[in-house]
Nanobody, 126 residues
């Protein structure tokens, strides 16, 4: 399985971006998928996660109300719609997927996923 994240770029504060993460390979039955980010000089942090089978979603407090995670199971893709972007959202964003653990069990800040994407850079200017 390979996860390919894309959609990052340079935007201004207040703008929106949508990240996509395509899963290639034996993708059937991911129990949980998540988005993480790592800002320069900081540790990686959880942003959001979803259980594709029932659509339940979870968010870090820092993005709640601004970001929306969703999945298209037919396309093996998970999305992160990022609205009202702030300079502090600047980071490399990573997607992750797990075969056995749902988002409810994994939680937003758990890094113990089976598969990880390569990351896509989001830069928000003030």
């Amino acid at each position: 399985v390979q996860l390919q994240a894309c959609g990052g770029g340079l935007v201004q504060a207040g703008d929106s971006l949508r990240l996509s993460c395509l899963a290639r390979g034996r993708t059937s039955g991911f129990a949980g998928m998540g988005w993480f980010r790592q800002a320069p000089g900081k540790e990686r942090e959880g942003v959001s996660c979803i259980t594709p089978s029932d659509g339940k979603t979870y968010y870090a407090d820092s993005v709640k109300g601004r970001f929306i995670i969703s999945s298209d199971n037919a396309k093996n893709t998970v999305y992160l719609q990022m609205n009202s972007l702030k300079p502090e959202d600047t980071a490399v964003y990573y997607c992750a997927a797990d075969r056995a653990t749902t988002a409810q069990t994994m939680g937003v800040s758990n890094f113990d996923y089976d598969y990880w994407g390569q990351g896509t850079l989001v830069t928000v200017s003030s």
